[in-house]
Nanobody, 117 residues
Framework: VQLQASGGGLVQAGGSLRLSCLVSERTFSNYNMGWFRQAPGKEREFVAVISWSGSVTDYADSVKGRFTISRDNAKKTVYLQMNSLRPEDTAVYYC???????????WGQGTQVTVSS
């Protein structure tokens, strides 16, 4: 399973970005998908998750109301729409694919998001 994240970049505070993660897996719809992030000098932290069907989502408190996770199973892609960005959102963002029955996780290479004040 390969995951390719894209869409990061430099944006001013208050701006928006949309991250995408393309998954090269025939059974993409069997995976819960998530986004995590890691800021310099900090541990990787959970940002958002979406169930295999797209019917259930969850967010870290720090991004609730600002970020939206979605998926398109036909395109094997998961998205993270990030609005009202803040400097503290600056991090490398990683997408994650989680196979529930086997508890197996796969990770993408990460995409840098930098929010200037």
């Amino acid at each position: 399973v390969q995951l390719q994240a894209s869409g990061g970049g430099l944006v001013q505070a208050g701006g928006s970005l949309r991250l995408s993660c393309l998954v090269s897996e025939r059974t993409f719809s069997n995976y819960n998908m998530g986004w995590f992030r890691q800021a310099p000098g900090k541990e990787r932290e959970f940002v958002a998750v979406i169930s295999w069907s797209g019917s259930v989502t969850d967010y870290a408190d720090s991004v609730k109301g600002r970020f939206t996770i979605s998926r398109d199973n036909a395109k094997k892609t998961v998205y993270l729409q990030m609005n009202s960005l803040r400097p503290e959102d600056t991090a490398v963002y990683y997408c994650n694919a989680h196979m529930v029955p086997t508890a197996t996780d796969y990770w993408g290479q990460g995409t840098q998001v930098t929010v200037s004040s």
